[in-house]
């Protein structure tokens, strides 16, 4: 039975397909639901693999956990470029325990998410603790040969100077790409995968829409970034993975595409990001 703060399950996909961002604990903790009943309701509509990601230490010993108990998900460990700044002295630690994680079994997929976000740090020295955060970060995606996944808000070229400065890993997910058709070529010249949320549905987005119109079908991905983002028709409610079909969908209309095509396409990506699991592997 749906809970009452999540709205109604969607039309099945017709082809299996991945959330490739979702938090699974938040999910859990803002709409009541545990996480073995949402990935049982994400893969009654078709998503039936999941990456679950981490904002901080505790987060990602969560999420690490939740990937060894459910073939269905597997982990991206990182601390959050605002959880970074606001740690204080306390975020030599928690970077210290997050690169204890890495190798530790082979559930973790990622270093995530990381990046640069000054939409809620304004100030200079902030923005240096999250570049050095940063820069971490990509030292570890490339040092174990993980997926790096990126949040990048309202700091674009920063971002990729960073990225450049530091030397691209081999495999980088724009998780909730926020950029124009501009930026997306020049993380796609730059060999990045492309993560659309429910965002790319809100009616102020056409920027959005346009970079995702212009992105390649070997480079697309969906997301959830769950319990957050929720897309329109369901706007303004819980989100969770489950939902994942309303984005699918949209963009396979935005881009004329078969649903079946669309679905086909995110799996393989995130499988090319990630590796197999789940019922791909």
């Known amino acids: 039975m749906i809970a009452p703060a999540l709205p109604p399950a969607p039309e099945r996909l017709p082809v299996a397909t991945t959330d490739a961002h979702t938090h699974l604990a938040s999910t859990a903790t803002k709409t009541g639901v545990g996480v073995a009943d949402l990935l049982e309701r994400a893969a009654a509509v078709g998503i039936d693999r999941v990456v679950d990601v981490g904002c901080d230490l505790p987060s990602s010993v969560g999420a690490v956990q939740e990937a060894q108990a459910h073939d269905a998900v597997i982990a991206a460990v990182a601390i959050h470029p605002h959880d970074a700044v606001e740690l204080g002295d306390g975020l030599d630690e928690a970077l210290r325990g997050v690169e204890a994680l890495l190798g530790s079994t082979d559930r973790i997929r990622a270093v995530g998410e990381t990046g640069l976000d000054y939409y809620w740090v304004t100030d200079e020295p902030g923005r240096a603790v999250q570049r050095d955060a940063f820069a971490a970060h990509i030292g570890w995606a490339r040092e174990h040969d993980l997926a790096l996944v990126v949040h990048d808000r309202d700091a674009h070229h920063d971002l990729l100077d960073v990225l450049d400065a530091e030397g691209w890993p081999t495999r980088v997910q724009f998780h909730c790409f926020s950029g124009d058709a501009d930026l997306a070529r020049r993380c796609l010249d730059r060999g990045a995968y492309l993560s659309f949320p429910g965002t790319v549905t809100f009616k102020a987005n056409e920027a959005l829409r346009e970079a ?9 991905l969906a997301e959830t970034d769950a319990p957050y983002l929720t897309p ?50």
């Open 232 to 281: 329109v028709p369901v706007r303004g409610r819980p989100n969770a993975s489950y939902l994942l079909p309303h984005t699918v969908r949209f963009l396979a209309a935005l881009r004329g595409d078969p649903v079946e095509e669309v679905c086909a396409a995110l799996a393989a990506n995130a499988t090319a990001l990630f590796g197999n699991w789940g019922s791909h592997g």
């Open 212 to 220: 995702a119109r212009i992105t390649p079908a070997d480079r697309l």
